[in-house]
């Protein structure tokens, strides 16, 4: 971002090069009227001069506002005594009774300071001298003559050009041309309002040519229109008040997570309050720094700095009150300070979360020079402040469930989950001649310091090898915690010889002693490593290779670097892989059900399909070790396939027993990669005669993140009828900005957070901030993990959608999911036969 010009500002001092100029011209133009034998004497109609001064300071005091930039664009009615005053009075009295009204009006009301009120009586004697000079000139006829009032209409017209000339030439002086094509095209409504005042000083003046009585009528008929006009002004200003804080509610509920909060609520406030600046300040907490940004008049983007002094936020934040402070208002001491910092004014408004001052919000100097920030600007700020502050604290919130969902809790360094991602975006970016290396050390014997000086020893070991680490890693490295004793370094270099020098030295940092507590604790390290492309084109499969290579390494004591011998260590899994494929073409994989129950009535819904497999030499394998070898094996497709075959068909079969459920298979991003994936999907349905709003196919939150090609099957699916949900979300990296990009319609809170949120108050807060933002984005939420009353009798008050858990039921096979089903039925007497189970209970 470019940064902001300097302004062109001099000092008031200046304005007396174009004052003085000014008053010469006005003494030259009013010569020939003065020194003219035809000239009218100065006693000319003298009775109407204390008339004409009390309606000037009248019309003075009827404003129509322009706020142009810095200056403050004010058109008064001040054209009618003006007009009334060419017909009436002589040109000396005429310049003299809008010279006096004028500094009366300047005197009282002590807003201007020598040198402007020098120059706005510069401005009045060279108007008026201007209108007298075009009356002296082409004379004044009847009243009723449309000549005189073509020569009073041009009178009044030709001074307002020279006081809007003056005007001009001022503002260029002091500022710069910069300001001047605002300053031209807001005075066009000015000039329209000069014509209305024309006709209304003609009518005026043919009203008391008619009748000195009619005086009264056009008095009452003033007050009235003041009436109104105060009326309808104050109505206007707090209809633009609503929408405006309309506006700025709906642009925060949108941008509260996008990154471009402080640009909207600065940017609004400031122009809302009129106010030369708007500034949000933040001090450090936690992990997040100090945030202080500006939004300037002058300037279209965002500023590090405030032009106030930082007294007035510290005194806001020390006792959470309200500061205000002007030219008449506020502390000596403030005043004192905010007049050393050339501000005319300032409001800070605390911003409070839970009870706490979290920041300030403010708005300084109110542009014009005749105005300054009210109690309605004070009120107004304050209730923006409540809004401001329920964003930011949300904005923090979903960025600390980011952070965690991404780092580790113990040492603070990032999680598998972020180095997987962070190898990604490694691969992707790397230069030709790169490569892409992970090393990933092994803690030795951490579980005998666990065993023998107990787990907080263990821990501080951890603390200890992650802050070692970090310290010695190359820049521009990451350093992640990726297993209970393991580590792993992402880092670029030039060859695979320098990955391992690089693993050479960190594991030799690393073997430092440690002193824990009283006991000095020798730790060390096994080291694997390997590198893109050479040994895997994924981010898990290079950090399994790792993985391999560092098994290695235990047994020969050295940094050891993958190759393809190694993979024959890892057995099991290349036998899993091949039984697997042996599986899935005999049928071998079995598929067990998990209901999913509406928490407002707990009523069964649907169904979760999760496929398990029992294997005959080592028994029962944990789904995530089938899983991951068969995204490795290029078999996630068919596994993804043959899970959501066996769902559909149950489904058909609950539909014709009366129980209409929703069933749920977990998909791969790869598996969306196939182009026929929802013609294969749309086969089925109509093979199987089921509706297409049955079947609700998950994605994890970190693929549907990384899956932009994704989009156009996920769009055909959704077309489909297809329902589309994200599981585990709250785990990854992803906020409802992200999901905005997806056609989905429901997110899973991941089991973490709800199995945490009875006992953890971030968890709580966490789990609540995800159900009310679904709620805004008009998304069903589904709580996975959900084992205990409490944690249900919480869900059911947050309004959660839908539950699913051991609370309720594990995953079961077929006949023991449709026993299940009969036992509720039973427990049930007032359920009805071949329907859906109602007030589902809740089981240990």
Known sequence: MPAPKAPVTRRDSYSWLITAPLLLLGALLSLPPLLSPHARPLDYHLQYAPILLLLSLLATHMVLRFDVRRQGLNIRMNDLPVLLALFYLSPLMAIGVRLVAGLIWNVFSGKLGPHKTAFSAA????????????????????????????????????????????????????????????????????????????????????????????????????????????????????????????????????????????????????????ADSATLWLPAQGRHPEVLLSARFDYRGLLDNAPTPDIFRQQAMRTGDTVAVGPKVGEPELRAALQHAGVKDVIVVPLRSSGVTIGTLEVAGRLGAETAFGKDDTQLLETLSAHASIAVENSRLVDRLQFDANHDALTGLANRRRMLEALGEAMTGRGQRDVVAVLLFDVVALREVNESLGQDAGDEVLIQVARRLRDLAPQGALVARVGGDKFAVELRTVSADAAVAVADTLRAGTRDRMVIETLTVDVDTNVGVSIYPDHGSEPEALLQRAAVATSVAKSRGIVQLFNAGLQSRSVRRVGLAADLEAALNTGELEVYFQPKVALKDRRLVGVECLARWEHPVHGQVAPPDFVSVAEHTGQLSRLNGVVLREGIRRAREWADAGRSLTVAVNISARTLNDADFPLQVSELLEEHGVPADRIILELSEDELLGSGRTIPALKRLRDLGVRLSVDDFGAGRSSFADLSRFPVQEVKIDRTFVQGMATGASDLAIVRTVVDMARHFGLAVVAEGVESELTLGLLEDMHCDMGQGFLFSRALPYERFESWLQVQADADPTAAPAVEVRWLRAVP
């Open 123 to 274: 401005g009045h004697i060279a108007g008026v001298a201007t209108a007298n000079l075009i009356v002296f000139q082409l004379g004044l006829g009847d009243a009723g003559s449309p000549a005189t009032w073509f020569v009073l209409g041009t009178a009044v017209l030709a001074g307002n050009l020279v006081s809007w000339a003056a005007i001009a030439g001022v503002m260029v002086l002091l500022q710069g041309v910069a300001h001047l094509p605002q300053f031209l095209r807001s005075s066009v409504p000015g000039f329209a309002v000069i014509g209305v005042n024309i006709v209304l000083g003609l009518i005026m003046l043919l009203t008391l040519q008619a009748s000195r009585w009619g005086s009264l009528l056009l008095v009452l008929l003033a007050a009235v229109l003041a009436v109104l006009y105060r009326s309808y002004s104050h109505f206007f200003q707090q209809h633009r008040n609503l929408a405006e804080m309309y506006a700025l509610t709906r642009d925060i509920a949108t941008t509260n997570h996008d990154g471009t909060l402080p640009d909207v609520l600065l940017v609004r406030v400031r122009a809302l309050l009129a």
